[in-house]
Antibody, heavy 118, light 111 residues
Framework: QVLESGGGLAQPGGSLRLSCAASGFTFREYAMNWVRQAPGKGLEWVSS???????YYADSVKGRFIVSRDNSNNMVYLQMNRLRAEDTALYYC??????????????WGQGTLVNVSS | QSVLTQPPSLSGALGQRVTISCTGSSSNVGAGYDVHWYQQIPGRSPRVLIYRNFNRPSGVPGRFSGSKSGSSASLAITGLQAEDEADYYC???????????FGTGTKVTVL
């Protein structure tokens, strides 16, 4: 399973760091992903990180967000900088099916809510 | 942004069949990337219904089935049940974007 934390209220231009704790599988053997869902909207892929730590980003967050992982502690992080109102969303952590990205996502966490507002 | 197009909503009576389409392009579904389907009940996290175009995970009822042809894919629900009322999303990989893409989502209502 995966469990997100770290969401909350942030001001435009501010920063937040999301965390995702994984358990029940050999963490380093799976890529991990962040997917967000704005209120009342659909799913949007945000970022992926391979088992070896190679990051990938959606254009909407490239240059502002940084994804990383700690294979020793089964954790993945999303450092969110220069936040904008349009980053307001429920952020899900989800596991890939192999060490690299490109497959389906399962399991998903319950999400952590990020609200960017002044 | 969503680059996989789905109908915004569909409805059907109990026991009927509904089919949700997912239309992509030559940089994702048409390039041969697999399509996966998720169900999201309001207030809950998405869960995978179909993976790699037509495979059902254990625990998913047999009334859900998937197919893919060219740049499009479909999810069929045969014998609609009240508990199938939810949002459904397709997902694939896009080589131009270098990451995952989701469909625009379809809200299924059971009449």
């Amino acid at each position: 399973q995966v469990l997100e934390s770290g969401g909350g209220l942030a001001q435009p231009g501010g920063s937040l760091r999301l965390s995702c704790a994984a358990s029940g599988f050999t963490f380093r053997e799976y890529a991990m992903n962040w997917v967000r869902q704005a209120p009342g909207k659909g799913l949007e892929w945000v970022s992926s990180v391979t088992g070896g730590g190679t990051p990938y980003y959606a254009d909407s967050v490239k240059g502002r967000f940084i994804v990383s992982r700690d294979n020793s502690n089964n954790m993945v992080y999303l450092q969110m900088n220069r936040l904008r109102a349009e980053d307001t969303a429920l952020y899900y952590c989800a596991r890939d099916q192999t060490v690299v990205t490109g497959d389906w996502l399962d399991p998903w966490g319950q999400g952590t809510l990020v609200n960017v507002s002044s | 942004q969503s680059v996989l197009t789905q109908p915004p909503s569909l409805s059907g009576a109990l026991g009927q069949r509904v089919t949700i389409s997912c239309t992509g392009s030559s940089s994702n579904v048409g390039a041969g990337y697999d399509v996966h389907w998720y169900q999201q009940i309001p207030g809950r996290s998405p869960r995978v219904l179909i993976y790699r175009n037509f495979n059902r995970p254990s625990g998913v009822p047999g009334r859900f089935s998937g197919s893919k042809s060219g740049s499009s894919a479909s999810l069929a629900i045969t014998g609609l049940q009240a508990e199938d009322e939810a949002d459904y999303y397709c997902q694939s990989f896009d080589t131009s974007l270098g990451g995952y893409v989701f469909g625009t989502g379809t809200k299924v209502t059971v009449l």
